[in-house]
């Protein structure tokens, strides 16, 4: 008989860092008081990131193992979520987190996005599975508010935003995953404005629950006559029940859960196959009315977008929270003598932090969560002020709009990637212990690996990197990226102890420049096969450069802060680890942006030209 699973949060969260990163890195401070954020000042950022750390750590942080033990299960046709779920869930909305951005024409405190990102990324540490149910229901309701009609606007953004109707996104089906374009479930036209949806789609996150009275699902389906591929595909809102002008629930839609699927990690999230029209009942209307017909994918693509740094920011909290409790443990734990007293069989026993090499991998993982954070910072504070500029100065709001679109790929994919070496490398450092479920780094380890995998695998987002960021705006996006950290590099290069590292930035970047041309050669050439075999190599490549530059921008802050600050003050050490990591990541990460360059130059075809049979002889 297993031992009952303890509510005790293990989630931990770095609140000096997140402060750095939106006061002195990326000075969010320059945002409020201005405009449509007028109603915040620094006091409640900080007030709001403390009670949302508060919360999550009484309230969904105890959860997270228990969700991970009991699951989720299906009793007659219902979703069954683990004990406690359904009061955090209305805990959640009733503290408002999930309103913090949302306009207060939505009942939201329209708080900057930068100040989202954190309330998103403390709720996502603490529990992921939990987080997913309203983190989809967010997206679905900020599609409807920025595609839908007025009534659609009306009748849902309100009810999902504050939590009273739950929201999915509805794309894969079994024959089709990322090819959505070979989608098969269809849609009817009733002559009302109404259409018959008929179809199954699977691996639906948070696909039903017991939370909410309704659950609005936006579903990818071909109307009879469309045409083939992506372009014949229209974006539908299909509500699990039926709902009058007046939002009343009015009975089934034939919308059914077929199965839960039984997963690796996030078990407190019901991943489901959903069943549409079983019995041609069941009625949607296309998001934006009949004018927005084939229109699907353009449509779906800015809920993705959002999912995408979802991911990204679900990435880097349980990356994080995997470091911190592993830097608990390393500092607890006594085990061996200190290698300078290796011969002494009597030497004392030594806290594990001591250890060359579990000091080598809690600053490895320090430099990777801390970057990745920038990069996801940096991503939103360009996305606030495009939104602020894009009245009064286009020109600017387009560079910043551009810079958004270029990192998604990015924070999405290497911030995934990352996460699930980053869970690993805690387990090492816990050792024997980190395989056991007494610690929460296994757990960490394999709610992680999704994180790759949905919302676009990482080499779909290397894909869109190559074959669209680069080009869009004719290459200017890219450029001013590009420029951005040559601006810095001449600004630091000749610092007295920074200047090495920032050297190492410039290497890198002038090869991440020469590699996008040959991405350009090979476009231009017609020898498209190389593209997609180095396309996920050059995004690690443009996210190490990118995780380097503002590693060592933070170093730089930090480096003018000592001068103010006393060694005895906590700042002091703060302030020298921040230093610590980029010269770290720089030293031991930047190089390798150089040799991939080299690699690629090699043009390697082997994975090409082996044949099938080659690969194994079984």
Known sequence: MSKPISAINRYK?????????????????????????EAWGVDEVKTTISECYRWVREVIGPLNAIGDAEGCRLENGEVKTPTGFKAAWDSLYQAGWKSIAVSPEHGGAGAPHAVQVVVEELISGANTAFAMYPGLTYGASELIDVCGTEEQKALYCERMFGGKWGGT?????PHCGSDVGAAKSTARPNGDGTYNIRGTKIFISAGDHDFAENIVHMVLARVDGAPAGTKGLTLFIVPKFRVGADGAVAGSNDVSVGNIEHKMGINGNATCVLNFGENDKCIGVPVGGDSELNRGMPQMFRMMNGARIGVGLQSISVASTAYLNALEYARDRKQGASITHWKDATAPRVSIIEHADVRRMLLDMKARVEGIRALAFKLTMHQDFADILAIEDETKAAYHQGQVDLLVPLVKAYGSDQAFRVCETAIQVYGGAG???????????????????????NHIQAMDLVGRKLGQAGGSNFQAFLGDIQKFVADKSADAELGSSVKLLSSAQEALGVTAMRFLMWFQSGNMSMVPLFANRFLEMMSEA??????????????????????????????????????????????????????????????LTISDAAFATV
């Open 169 to 173: 996104m509805c794309l894969t089906e």
């Open 435 to 457: 395989f056991t479920r007494d610690y929460p780094a296994e757990q960490y380890c394999r709610d992680a690996k999704i994180f790759s995998i949905y919302e676009g695998t």
């Open 546 to 607: 990118a995780v380097g530059w503002l590693l060592l921008e933070g170093a730089v802050i930090a480096q003018e802060q000592l001068k103010t600050v006393a060694e005895a003050h906590p700042d002091y050490a703060f302030y020298k680890g921040k230093i610590a990591a980029a010269h770290y990541f720089a030293r031991n990460v930047l190089p390798g942006v150089a040799f991939k360059a080299q690699l690629m130059n090699n043009e390697d075809q082997s994975p």
């Open 13 to 37: 969260a770095d609140l000096r860092e997140i402060q750095f990163l939106l006061f002195e890195q990326f000075k969010v401070g320059e945002l409020l008081g201005k405009g449509r954020y």
